[in-house]
């Protein structure tokens, strides 16, 4: 079983960056695919970016402006987001899944950290 922990949400003016960390229970977190997921209101669940081991990918909105890293050691992964734009808003997720099945497996999830990107 692994618990999930979100953390760093808030507030920010578009242009804003902000650092999201999800905290992760248990000892097999290294050997875990991990990925943060977001929500909008009204929209469906988009993946955002994942980390497996050192590979990362992102979705296109956010190539350049957001970094996927873990800190094995923490047992936590973060979402660095910078230059963000009001249509970042939303609900955000992080997700563990085995390697190889993030997309797939139903995994573990938290319990969501707001990001509000406004002026």
């Known amino acids: 079983q692994v618990q999930l922990v979100e953390s760093g949400g808030g507030l920010v003016q578009p242009g804003g960056s902000l650092r999201l960390s999800c905290a992760a229970s248990?000892?097999?977190?290294?050997?875990?695919?991990m990925g943060w997921y977001r929500q909008a209101p009204g929209k469906e669940r988009e993946l955002v970016a994942t980390?497996?081991?050192?590979?990362?990918s992102y979705v296109d909105s956010v190539k350049g402006r957001f970094t996927i890293s873990r800190d094995n050691a923490k047992n936590t992964v973060y979402l660095q987001m910078s230059s963000l734009k009001p249509e970042d808003t939303a609900v955000y997720y992080c997700?563990?899944?085995?390697?190889?099945?993030?997309?797939?497996?139903?995994?573990?999830w938290g319990q969501g950290t707001q990001v509000t990107v406004s002026s």
């Open positions: 997700k563990a899944a085995p390697k190889g099945l993030l997309l797939a497996a139903p995994g573990y």
């Open positions: 248990g000892s097999i977190f290294s050997i875990l695919a």
């Open positions: 980390i497996s081991g050192s590979s990362t």
